[in-house]
């Protein structure tokens, strides 16, 4: 069993930052991958990134590359979403979920494990 909360959420302006932090419990996680996903209103939950076991292989959606950066510290079970250059599009319910390999996925129907999430709002 694994258990995700996540944290870091909040209002900030266009342009701005923000770091999303996944606290996880369970003795697997080092041996998981481990994605950040987010659903805007209306809207499907879309894939942002995703993170191998070791935290040596990412890959991100086209939309967010190169001004989100995700990480990981096994040794601390935390998985981190660095969110720079903000975008009121940004604007969604963002969730941490683990699945039961170590490579990562972009499909949701892939992971397991998910946390509650945490709202991240973007100010024009």
């Known amino acids: 069993q694994v258990q995700l909360v996540e944290s870091g959420g909040g209002l900030v302006q266009a342009g701005g930052s923000l770091r999303l932090s996944c606290a996880a419990s369970?003795?697997?996680?080092?041996?998981?991958?481990m994605g950040w996903f987010r659903q805007a209103p209306g809207k499907e939950r879309e894939f942002v990134s995703t993170i191998n076991e070791s935290g040596g292989s990412t890959y991100y959606a086209t939309s967010v590359k190169g001004r989100f950066a995700i990480s990981r510290d096994n040794a601390k079970k935390m998985v981190y979403l660095q969110m720079n250059s903000l975008k009121s599009e940004d604007t969604a319910v963002y969730y941490c979920?683990?699945?039961?390999?170590?490579?990562?996925?972009?499909?949701?129907?892939?992971?397991?494990?998910w946390g509650q999430g945490t709202q991240v709002t973007v100010s024009s």
């Open positions: 979920a683990a699945r039961p390999t170590s490579y990562g996925s972009r499909f949701p129907s892939e992971y397991s494990y």
């Open positions: 369970g003795r697997t996680f080092s041996m998981r991958a």
